[in-house]
C-alpha cells in the first residue's frame, strides 16, 4: 500500500462506516437486491459526490475517477428507471386504448346484435301485418263475390216471377178468348137453331 492510498482506503472504509445502518436497513426490508432503492440510491450520490469532492481535495485521482464512474452509473440507472416508467406508461396507456377498443367492439357488436333483433321484429310484424291484410281481402272478396251472387239469385228470381206472371197473364187472355170464342159460337148455333126452328114453323103451316 503506498502513502497515496492511504487516505483513499480511510475515505472508502469511512463511507462503508456510513453505509452500514442502510445496509443492515437493506436486509430488514428485504431491498438489498433492489439496486433502485430511493435509499440506496441517494447514498450512491452522496458517495460518488463525496469521493470526488474528497479526491480533487487530497489530489487522488483513482478516487475521483471512481466518483465519476459512481455518479455516471446513478445516472445510467436513473435514466433507465425513466425509460421503464415512461415504457411502464405506455404499457398501461395502450392497454387501456385495448380496453377501450374492445369495450367499443363489444358496444358496436351490442348495437349491431339489438339492429338486427330490431329489423327481425320489424320484418314480422310487417309479414303478419301483410297476412293479416290479405286475410282482411280475401274475406272482403268472399264477401262482395256472395253479395254478387245473392244479387244474380235475386235478379233472376225476380225475372222468372215477372216471365211467371207474364205467361199466366197471357194464359188467361188466352184462356178468355177462347171461352169468348166458345161463347159466339154456341150463340151462332143457338141462333142457327132458332131459325131452322122458325123455317120449319113456317113450312108447316
Known amino acids: ?26 436486509r430488514v426490508t428485504n431491498n438489498s437486491d433492489a439496486a433502485a432503492w430511493p435509499p440506496a440510491v441517494a447514498f450512491e450520490s452522496f458517495e460518488a459526490t463525496a469521493k470526488k469532492v474528497l479526491g480533487s481535495l487530497i489530489r487522488d485521482d483513482e478516487l475521483v475517477r471512481e466518483g465519476k464512474l459512481q455518479r455516471a452509473k446513478i445516472e445510467e440507472l436513473a435514466e433507465a428507471e425513466h425509460l421503464e416508467a415512461k415504457a411502464q406508461q405506455k404499457r398501461q396507456e395502450a392497454d387501456a386504448e385495448l380496453e377501450q377498443r374492445r369495450k ?20 314480422e310484424k310487417e309479414r303478419v301485418e301483410k297476412e293479416r291484410q290479405i286475410r282482411e281481402d280475401t274475406r272482403k272478396s268472399e264477401e262482395a263475390a256472395a253479395q254478387a251472387a245473392e244479387l244474380r239469385d235475386k235478379a233472376v228470381t225476380a225475372q222468372e216471377r215477372a216471365a211467371d206472371r207474364i205467361r199466366i197473364t197471357e194464359d188467361s187472355a188466352a184462356l178468355a178468348a177462347r171461352s169468348n170464342a166458345l161463347d159466339a159460337a154456341k150463340a151462332v148455333q143457338n141462333l142457327e137453331a132458332d131459325l131452322e126452328a122458325k123455317k120449319a114453323e113456317r113450312k108447316a103451316n
Open 1 to 26: 500500500m503506498t502513502i497515496s492510498t492511504v487516505p483513499r482506503t480511510a475515505i472508502k472504509v469511512g463511507l462503508l462506516g456510513l453505509r452500514l445502518p442502510l445496509s443492515v436497513l437493506e
Open 104 to 123: 367499443s367492439a363489444q358496444q358496436a357488436r351490442s348495437r349491431a346484435a339489438g339492429q338486427a333483433r330490431h329489423r327481425k321484429a320489424a320484418a
